[in-house]
């Protein structure tokens, strides 16, 4: 068993299954030829919508930004619009994408509307806006005499669940201190933050007011003794004073060597991590003199640290390998950033065409299915590596085809956000030789789609070379997905849940066991709530993983299935308990106990120790 454990025995599972209603082919085959499986769509469409507050009265004047990222990840365009009186606004002439979109009216926060995977043309929206938290004190030396001209940033460590952040941006006014040495956060997202003092601008080189020294967190404490101030959006926090300790820290320095083949260029910049983290504390442009390139970083605490510098020269990207560093009472200096040159990896997604048993609504209804969007997926690299946590985020074409840079060595595993609630993937390859593009890109799916076995690519990862191009990555994509829905409860009641619970999905057919596509992980909610989407259709056995009593930032926990060693273990837990879910395309599941839910319970019989699937449905 690895550090993670695999429980069965001590929770009470709850399942409920819900099997995603599918689109259909319409029967005339005509019909199915004009419906290809993907859309090639140009027609440019609005984004709409209403702003409204926290009582549903219109926010006149909020400026909505719509941000389209291109398929290889970088920034491609933006457009805006405002609201009017009745809070209604309209970006419009977008082209196809999914778009990150962005509200301000000060001093307003967005509570509800917008999603987190972004928003696509053709689609209205609602979003709920209600005034900021903010927290106010005053900021004093160690004998008491207030600090004029000192910054406080508020760093975010939790969101509004509670649950554990380790990403420090935020968006806020105010907080510098005034000639009483008095401060004043306001447009604060609810949530927990902790308060710092000192050297708090991240990407900034010009320095500050005591800006060479060690930051003080709130009361008067290093970063491991702060105490965490919590608000929700309307709180009015005050007296949360600090009293700025004021000490020299140390200096961390050195020179980042270019690639030999490469002139280093102006745009190279070195980002400074806590170690644990995976967004920068701090970054620092590199300073050129002569054939020298040198950076600093001041004001550092006793403690761990990683630095990465990256180079940017048009399309190209040169980055150097993570080097820890650790800072114990004294300056460190002589540091070497090698950079070294990147990889890019092509690819596509491709829809397969729904399959006959896959027609239920819409047949019912008479209508074609509605094809995928593949352009509003999102491709997800990351490194398996523990030391290195930055994963790459990539919107396709419109026809599927995606393009990841900046890739550096080691072994990648790739996910797909479908978007769609219909929509799971079939099978993630890599062929030998890469597919032409499919007529109606539904041709070498379908091909793909009869291939045996898990495949070698989807099993392993990606192994990646500095340097090289890799080509042929393949998601194949269908509908007909299902979902899984349920609540952990503890073994006893009142106990609480274990930190960071995950409920898993195992294939129970023996010749999936290292389909790692065909597993599914989802962490449960502080509620005990789970809910698995974009699932397969196919039988599963469920199962739990926990990780007692550590819930840090830093700990960051891979898919099961990803190891080969936890992948066994997490099947061998789940076969022993024996909870068994069925999941088939166009199956609905109804509860006798509450027409209105679909529920399929699978159950654990505290007082036999026994435990059994029980049907609670008919299906319809």
Same mark, same amino acid.
């Given at each position: 068993?690895?550090?993670?454990?695999?429980?069965?025995?001590?929770?009470i599972v709850a399942v409920v299954v819900t099997s995603v209603l599918v689109a259909t082919l319409a029967t005339d085959a005509r019909a199915q030829d004009?419906?290809?499986?993907?859309?090639?769509?140009?027609? #440019?469409?609005?984004?709409?919508?209403?702003?409204?507050?926290?009582?549903?009265?219109?926010?006149?004047?909020?400026?909505?930004?719509?941000?389209?990222?291109?398929?290889?990840?970088?920034?491609?365009?933006?457009?805006?619009?405002?609201?009017?009186?009745?809070?209604?606004?309209?970006?419009?002439?977008?082209?196809?994408?999914?778009?990150?979109?962005w509200v301000q009216s000060p001093p307003l926060v967005v509570v509800d509307g917008i /999603?987190?995977?972004?928003?696509?043309?053709?689609?209205?929206?609602?979003?709920?806006?209600?005034?900021?938290?903010?927290?106010?004190?005053?900021?004093?030396?160690?004998?008491?005499q207030p600090l004029t001209g000192l910054h406080v940033e508020p760093i975010r460590v939790r969101d509004e669940e509670g649950l554990r952040l380790d990403d420090d941006s935020v968006e806020f006014r105010g907080g510098v201190t005034d000639d009483r040495g008095e401060y004043r956060l306001w447009g604060l997202e609810s949530g927990t933050y902790l308060l710092a003092v000192g050297h708090t601008v991240k990407y900034a080189d010009e320095? /500050?007011?005591?800006?060479?020294?060690?930051?003080?967190?709130?009361?008067?404490?290093?970063?491991?003794?702060?105490?965490?101030?919590?608000?929700?959006?309307?709180?009015?926090?005050?007296?949360?004073?600090?009293?700025?300790?004021?000490? %020299?820290?140390?200096?961390i320095s050195g020179a980042v060597i270019g690639v030999p083949s490469h002139k280093l260029s102006p745009w190279t910049r070195v980002e400074l991590y806590q170690a644990g983290m995976s967004s920068p504390d701090r970054s620092s442009t590199v300073q050129f003199k002569g054939d020298a390139s040198t950076f600093r970083f001041e004001a550092l605490e006793d403690g761990e640290y990683q630095l990465v510098a990256t180079s940017w020269e048009r399309d190209d990207q040169d980055t150097s390998e993570r080097v820890t560093v650790r800072v114990r009472g004294a300056d460190v200096s002589g540091v070497r950033l090698e950079l070294q040159p990147t990889s890019?990896?092509?690819? #596509?997604?491709?829809?397969?065409?729904?399959?006959?048993?896959?027609?239920?609504?819409?047949?019912?209804?008479?209508?074609?299915?509605?094809?995928?969007?593949?352009?509003?997926?999102?491709?997800? %690299?990351?490194?398996?590596?523990?030391?290195?946590? /930055?994963?790459?985020?990539? /919107?396709?074409?419109?026809?599927?085809?995606?393009?990841?840079?900046?890739?550096?060595?080691?072994?990648?595993?790739f996910a797909l956000d479908l978007g769609d609630d219909d929509a799971f993937i079939e099978r993630l390859d890599r062929p030998a030789t890469p597919p032409a593009t499919p007529a109606k890109g539904v041709a070498s799916a379908q091909a793909a789609s009869r291939t045996e076995g898990p495949s070698p690519f989807a099993r392993d990862g990606l192994s990646v070379t500095r340097g090289q191009s890799v080509k042929g990555v393949r998601f194949v994509v269908a509908r007909g997905a299902a979902r899984v829905r349920g609540r952990i409860a503890p073994a006893k009641e009142g106990e609480p849940l274990p930190s960071r619970a995950r409920?898993?999905?195992?294939?129970?057919?023996?010749?999936?066991?290292?389909?790692?596509?065909?597993?599914?992980?989802?962490?449960?909610?502080?509620?005990?709530?789970?809910?698995?989407?974009?699932?397969?259709?196919?039988?599963y056995f469920v199962a739990t993983r926990t990780f007692p009593?550590?819930?840090?930032?830093?700990?960051?926990?891979?898919?099961a299935a990803w190891d080969p060693k936890e992948r066994a273990a997490l099947r061998d837990s789940a076969e022993k308990a024996g909870v068994r879910v069925t999941l088939s395309p166009c199956q609905r599941l109804e509860s006798y106990a509450d027409a209105s839910s679909l529920t399929e319970i699978a159950s654990i019989d505290r007082m036999r120790g026994t435990r059994r699937l029980t049907h609670q449905y008919r299906a319809r």
């Open positions: 068993m690895s550090a993670s454990q695999l429980v069965s025995r001590s929770w004009a419906s290809p499986a993907t859309t090639t769509a140009t027609e #440019r469409k609005p984004i709409r919508g209403r702003v409204v507050d926290e009582n549903g009265r219109p926010v006149d004047g909020a400026a909505v930004s719509a941000v389209l990222y291109g398929a290889s990840g970088n920034f491609a365009g933006t457009a805006s619009g405002t609201s009017n009186r009745e809070g209604e606004f309209t970006i419009a002439d977008l082209d196809p994408g999914l778009y990150s979109l /999603r987190e995977r972004g928003a696509s043309p053709g689609q209205s929206l609602t979003i709920r806006m209600a005034r900021g938290a903010a927290i106010s004190g005053k900021v004093v030396d160690k004998d008491g320095p /500050r007011f005591l800006s060479d020294r060690v930051r003080t967190f709130y009361p008067s404490s290093n970063r491991a003794g702060a105490t965490e101030v919590t608000v929700r959006a309307g709180d009015d926090i005050a007296n949360a004073d600090i009293s700025f300790k004021g000490e %020299a820290g140390f200096r890019t990896l092509t690819g #596509r997604i491709e829809a397969r065409a729904p399959k006959p048993d896959e027609a239920c609504q819409a047949a019912a209804d008479g209508k074609a299915p509605p094809p995928l969007r593949l352009g509003e997926m999102v491709v997800r %690299a990351r490194r398996v590596d523990a030391k290195f946590y /930055r994963a790459w985020t990539v /919107r396709p074409k419109s026809d599927g085809e995606f393009t990841v840079k900046g890739l550096g060595g080691g072994v990648y595993r409920v898993c999905l195992v294939p129970a057919d023996p010749r999936q066991k290292d389909d790692v596509v065909h597993y599914y992980e989802v962490e449960v909610e502080r509620d005990g709530t789970f809910d698995v989407r974009n699932v397969a259709p196919g039988e009593g550590d819930d840090r930032p830093d700990l960051e926990i891979f898919p």
